[in-house]
């Protein structure tokens, strides 16, 4: 699993962080970050409309 909700939820339940976003996201494959630019800006808007304060990239 590349999320490590397992984890996260933990941390919800202990109260180290408040809450996980109920959306996650990813890009796949290897793409010229140029190309992938508009797209990174759109999900960033949806995710500030979602009240989301912090992400997790996680590479793999």
């Excluded at 976003?21 to 990813?26: D, G, L, S």
Aim: charged share 20%; hydrophobic share 50%.
């Amino acid at each position: 699993m590349v999320f490590p909700l397992d984890r996260l939820s933990e941390l919800v339940d202990e109260g180290v962080i408040g809450s996980l976003a109920t959306f996650h996201y990813a890009f796949m494959g290897a793409t010229d970050p140029g190309k992938m630019e508009e797209t990174a800006r759109s999900l960033a808007r949806i995710m500030k409309n979602d009240g989301v304060n912090a992400v997790l990239l996680v590479p793999v």
